[in-house]
């Protein structure tokens, strides 16, 4: 049997580890369009100020490593087309021609940073964070560096702004929309701007990015309101699945391919998982887009398992994420009032404000928790979390989404106290003594 994998990263390696593990004799051949398998892209902002010593801890596994194990891990072969009616991958090799013929198929080629149709973006220290050798430019770029303007305010923004502050720069943030966090209800995004303004950075809000102005290097951010000085730009407006040569699948709004609950696509032996799909919400109840490491390996994980002959299903995703942003967490899982406006839910928002742990224990800290809830049942839909501690309550709750649990339901959950971990009510049981 000869299983391709497109993609040398999360899903792709999962996928192939598990083959190996269940067919005896399988040939895999993956291919990897850069040089570098298996790291962690998550653990990239952390090299910019140190806290990472070297883009290359972030090496799970190398294509060597692959290649002892059995495993046919090519690089520097990018696929440009795929002839599925006769089963062959197409691509080139160092400006030569190759073509791999497969019995299944997995597609695991992840998502690349956009970048918009500015003016100017041919400058030098314009960078987008995504891969080793991006990060290995960017460092090299820093070196003579004083200011840095994000252009953002998603995670990796938020990350990329925390970075470059904790190396002593002047840190300026410029987004088109009204508020940091548009994944948040606005209300929890007030705090995540707090956190910046607090930490010195300066924050451009409802500001829209025309180009860049400068000789060779960039020297200054233009937008609708004004031009502002800096020596070096980060993009972190969003990604896009890497899915031009797969056309023919069936695919989402953003062009991410739709699989079923095994991973399985629209074309029969061709698979797909991680940032190149779309991931079906389970809270949503349809289809979205929710690029995280996490998915992508148990994406790949099933993804193997299906094309190795055993029968495996992915459920889907709650949109749990959280990223640390200074002396904050911020945190979600599930819907937010604004989804569930779209949904068209009815539903009630339980705002409340907690100590993270005991508050007569030294150093409590402020939690805002944001939950929604089902109206009439009382189902749990979401919850956004904001502070210190945040983690621990995003965790739980997601663990009650996947369990259908309903707002009375939690207080049933015999959740750990000592003061210096919690209060004797969690927050979250905070919440369901007071509404429900």
């Known amino acids: 049997m000869k299983y391709v994998i497109i993609g040398g990263d999360a899903a792709g390696m999962s996928a192939a580890m598990e083959i190996l593990r269940n067919v005896e004799e399988a040939e895999i051949t993956a291919l990897e369009r850069g040089e570098i398998y298996s790291y962690g892209q998550c653990g990239l902002p952390y090299v910019i100020d140190g806290r990472i010593s070297s883009p290359e801890n972030l090496i799970a596994r190398s294509a060597l490593e692959f290649r002892k194990r ?5 690089i520097r072969h990018e696929v440009q087309e795929i002839d ?16 791999v013929p497969y019995d299944k198929l997995l ?20 960078h987008t964070v995504k891969t080793i050798p991006q990060m290995h430019e960017l460092l090299e770029s820093l070196q003579n560096v004083r200011h840095v303007t994000v252009l953002g305010a998603g995670y990796i923004a938020l990350e ?15 987004h088109r929309g009204k508020q940091l966090m548009s994944l948040l209800d606005e209300q929890l995004a007030e705090h995540v701007l707090a956190e910046a303004q607090k930490q010195g950075i300066e924050v451009l809000l409802n500001e829209q990015v025309t180009g860049f102005t400068g000789i060779k290097q960039v020297e200054a951010v233009v937008t609708e309101q004004g031009s502002y000085p800096t020596d070096l730009v980060i993009v972190a407006t969003g990604i896009k699945p890497n899915t031009a040569f797969a056309d023919q699948l069936k695919q989402w709004d953003n062009g991410a391919i739709i699989v079923d609950e095994h991973m399985q696509t629209s074309l029969p032996n061709v698979y797909a998982a991680g940032d190149c799909v779309a991931h079906f919400h389970y809270v ?24 190795a002959g055993k029968a495996t299903s992915f459920k889907g995703v709650a949109g749990t994420a959280i990223l640390k942003f200074f002396d904050i967490g911020i945190g979600m899982t599930g819907v937010t009032s604004k989804d569930a406006d779209k949904l068209g839910l009815a539903y009630d928002v339980y705002t409340h404000k907690a100590n993270h742990i005991a508050g007569y224990y030294p150093d409590a800290q402020p939690i805002y928790l944001r939950m929604v809830v089902q109206k009439d049942t009382q189902k749990l839909l ?4 904001v502070g210190t501690g945040v983690d621990k309550r995003i965790d739980v709750f997601a663990t009650a989404l996947a369990a259908e649990m309903t707002l009375p339901d939690l207080l049933d959950i015999d959740l750990s106290y000592s003061p210096p971990f919690n209060g004797v009510w969690d927050p979250l049981l905070q919440i369901a003594k007071r509404y429900s």
């Open 84 to 99: 599925f009616e006769a089963q062959v991958v197409k691509g080139q090799y160092q400006d030569e021609p190759f073509t």
């Open 284 to 307: 949503k109840g349809e289809y979205d887009y929710v690029a995280l490491g996490t998915t992508a390996n148990k994406q790949g994980r099933v993804a193997g398992l299906n094309m």
């Open 107 to 126: 597609i695991a080629t992840g998502a690349s940073p956009t970048m918009p149709d500015w003016d100017g973006t041919h400058l030098e220290n314009i």
């Open 160 to 174: 990329v702004v925390e970075a470059m502050r904790e190396r002593n720069l002047a840190v300026r943030l410029i």
């Open 382 to 385: 979401g919850l956004q979390a």
């Open 70 to 74: 059995g495993i046919d891990a090519r």
